[in-house]
């Protein structure tokens, strides 16, 4: 005759199946790969992580498919950029998930965008200006100094979420950070002769790139944000460059390097591809590649003039 | 205003320049020492502007010292010891849910009048807005949609649509849980079905001006209802999401009546997945059944053209295989992509047929199992412009109408319809669209339809489904 306890224990044994998975390791959903690179930084072994995005894809621009769906419903964590990037498709696929755990104001769901200083918000919000995201511009992806602060939340943030591995996350937060400060004086370093550049971008993509290496952007290729070029304005930006010449023009991986060819042709400056994010170009492996690369491109096509 | 700063005092500076010019040309050396003047206060100045700029974002940032900034571009970031997340001030209307308005209307021609819009072989209630509607200019279907979170437990959103004959009609308002885990959400009151691909869809999403001719005539051109709705996703990797839902059943092909229990139940399932970065999809199956009483029913007679009218009371089943192809070049849709979406649904009814019920006031035994299907392709070419070919038929399939016989003798015709679409998409926010369809609803007759389209959508940015 079984006692109370043990029909208790059978009752719940499968119970303990079903929670068991959620401790095997933290399911991570990344909205972008730079995101998706700092957990897997931060969490180690820790955590499985998964990315909705690939770097050949323009993050506005997706859609709340059935397998980002079916990721977002078995997420502990999910971690996007926030500031309105992922508004056509992340409240959706929120929505859709019936994941009480990730849904906004939640532990469960991080936004990287609200940690860092954002730069181009907009003194107007207006349609006529353009895709502008109220919050701010949101590429902040571009300056490792943002990155280092959201590794500190996110490291934070791991460690709340998965309370049972606290310690190993401070350890790996204090190694990466270490580890990112030693880069970032290497690249400040290297990317002296950058300062004061005057470039043209493709999109306004690279605000907080510019802000950190001191470049300035004296023109954009798109006539507002979010809205192709034209062959009009292409031909405004052309003649505004005799005036003020420029170094270089910058476009994202992800993006048609058309118009930045054109520029390129017509101005005589060279176009450079910037990976934006981890897995955009072949040298931009991890977040210290992504970095590396993009430096490496800036000044091989202008350091000096 | 720095650039116009340094660029003024040089302006300023160079015309005590030009005016000594004019009497003794300046020695070289005259010319360096001026340069090196001019370099000097605009060096000044872009530091004292810097210094402004800086005391500025550290007055807004809330007495963070300056030179935290200014002391080593390497170390620490721009800013800010790690801020936290903060929500605008905004006093009580902070928490004014979110508002989005579509404005949409057009112009039509067709070449036959679309006041006797029928579909030959198919009873249509007589309240339909089947067809392509009113000829001429005239609005559409404005919108006007609220969202928000209501509670940490809920959230709510309306859709009130305002016709262009200036009615008003509810056409979603429901709440939805977020905090039920398991993937578990539910939701009740009024919301369009989940069966099929394209029901849910607000028209406003849809790649063509009009739905389908089998949603047409076999879901009322789409289905609503009050009522609730419970949908689960399974806990794989793999999308399996399952619904069920239960109605009032207010509409075609139910109809609304007194009674206390459901006139309508429905049951999905959709699966779906990606295949490689460049393709996703997703596929389902669904079932709604609905009870009608004393549905009033018309149809045409393709000979003699008359109008017959009818009651329908009993229930119908509808089956509706479902399936969306999408194709983008690396995931990548801004510049090329291509959707492939086609439907086939499958209607049952069984129940009783009143014939002319005004008049002959014939009544009889009645079941009908008809069919329908749509295949479209939408292939947007370039950015902002798109190309879209829908291929569509209707099966009358077989119907019993016992006594009634006579009354409706059926010709087999298989209503069809070809359209063609063009829209150009300014931004992600305005659609401009033509249409053109061969539109043979009704037998011997071909209704050559011509739409031009606007849709624009204003304040929030909606959030689409897949």
């Known amino acids: ?305 | 205003m720095r650039k116009l700063l340094s660029a003024s005092i040089a302006l300023a500076l160079s015309v005590p320049i030009c005016a000594s010019a004019a009497t003794e040309p300046p020695t070289a050396s005259e010319i360096q020492l001026l340069r090196q003047e001019i370099d000097a206060m605009r060096a000044s100045y872009e530091a004292r502007l810097q210094a402004m700029e800086q005391r500025l974002l550290a007055a807004e940032r809330g007495a963070v010292p300056a030179v935290a900034t200014t002391a080593d571009a390497a170390s620490t970031p721009p800013s800010v010891a790690a801020p936290t997340a903060t929500a605008s001030v905004g006093g009580a209307n902070a928490f004014n849910p979110a508002m989005s308005l579509i404005l949409s209307g057009g112009y039509t021609r067709t070449s036959q009048d679309p006041a006797s819009y029928n579909i030959t072989g198919f009873q249509l209630p007589t309240d339909t807005n089947a067809g392509p509607g009113s000829r001429g200019f005239s609005l559409a279907e404005s919108e006007l949609g609220l969202a928000a979170n209501i509670d940490p437990w809920l959230r709510g959103a309306a859709n009130i649509s305002l016709h262009p004959d200036d009615t008003v009609s509810v056409e979603e308002a429901f709440i939805q849980t977020t905090s039920l885990s398991n993937g578990l959400s539910l939701k009740a009151g009024r919301f369009f079905s989940g069966v099929g691909y394209l029901n849910s869809q607000h028209a406003h999403t849809w790649d063509f001006v009009d739905n389908p001719l089998a949603y047409q005539a076999f879901l009322g051109t789409q289905y609503g209802d009050d009522g609730v709705q419970l949908h689960w996703l399974a806990p794989t990797d793999q999308y399996i999401e399952l619904g069920a839902e239960l109605g009032r059943g207010r509409s075609f092909p139910g109809s609304d009546t007194g009674r206390n229990g459901a006139g309508m139940s429905a049951l999905t399932l959709h699966t779906g997945g990606d295949v490689g970065d460049s393709h996703n999809w997703r596929a389902g199956v669904s079932l709604l059944t609905a009870q009608a009483t004393d549905q009033s029913l018309a149809t045409v007679d393709a000979t003699s053209g008359t109008v017959i009218n009818s009651a329908f009371t009993g229930n119908t089943r509808v089956w509706v295989l479902d399936g969306v192809w999408k194709w983008a070049p690396n995931g990548n849709a801004t510049r090329t992509n291509f959707k492939l979406q086609g439907e086939y649904l499958q209607s049952t009814r069984n129940g009783n047929l009143t014939y002319d019920p005004d008049t002959a006031n014939l009544s009889g035994a009645y079941s009908t199992e008809q069919s329908g299907w749509y295949l479209q392709g939408v292939y947007q070419f370039m950015p902002s412009w798109r190309v879209g070919l829908r291929a569509e038929r209707l099966n009358p399939g077989s119907t019993d109408y016992a006594i009634n016989t006579a009354s409706f003798a059926g010709s087999g015709y298989q209503p069809s319809k070809n359209t063609l679409m063009f829209d150009f998409n300014p931004s992600e926010f305005s659609r401009i669209r033509l249409q053109l369809a061969q539109d043979k609803s009704r037998q011997g007759l071909t209704d050559k339809q011509v739409f031009l389209q606007y849709q624009m959508s204003l304040g929030a940015h909606g959030a689409h489904s897949y």
């Open chain 1, 1 to 305: 005759m079984m006692n109370r306890k043990t029909v208790l224990a059978l009752l719940a044994a499968p119970l303990l199946l079903l929670t068991l998975p959620a401790q095997a390791a933290l399911r991570i959903l990344a909205c972008e790969p730079e995101w998706g690179a700092l957990a897997q930084e931060l969490g180690g072994d820790l955590v499985e992580v998964s990315v909705a995005t690939s770097a050949l894809q323009d993050p506005h621009q997706i859609q709340a498919k059935p397998s980002l769906i079916a990721r977002a419903r078995n997420a502990d964590l999910v971690v996007c950029t926030g500031a309105e990037l992922e508004i056509g498709w992340l409240p959706v696929l929120l929505q859709q998930s019936g994941n009480a755990k990730v849904q906004p104001g939640q532990v469960g769901n991080f936004a990287a965008a609200d940690f860092v200083r954002k730069l181009d918000i907009p003194s107007q919000l207006d349609r006529s200006q353009g895709d502008v995201h109220a919050a701010g511009n949101p590429h902040i992806q571009t300056d490792p100094r943002n990155i280092a602060q959201v590794a500190t939340a996110l490291g934070a943030r791991l460690a709340q979420v998965d309370a049972a591995h606290a310690g190993q996350y401070a350890q790996r937060l204090k190694d990466f950070s270490q580890r990112w400060q030693q880069a970032l004086v290497r690249w400040s370093a290297q990317a002296a002769p950058l300062k004061g550049a005057a470039v043209v971008s493709q999109h306004k993509a690279f605000v907080y790139l510019y802000d950190w290496l001191g470049m300035k952007e004296v023109a954009v290729l798109e006539p507002k944000p979010g809205v192709e070029p034209t062959a009009s304005h292409l031909q405004e930006v052309l003649a505004s460059l005799k005036s003020v010449p420029v170094r270089m023009v910058l476009y994202s991986a992800y993006q048609d390097p058309k118009p930045s060819e054109w520029l390129s042709k017509n101005a005589n400056i060279p176009a450079v591809k910037i990976p934006f994010t981890v897995g955009g170009t072949d040298g931009a492996k991890d977040l210290f590649g992504l970095f590396d690369d993009t430096l490496a491109r800036l000044l091989a096509a202008g350091a000096k003039k």
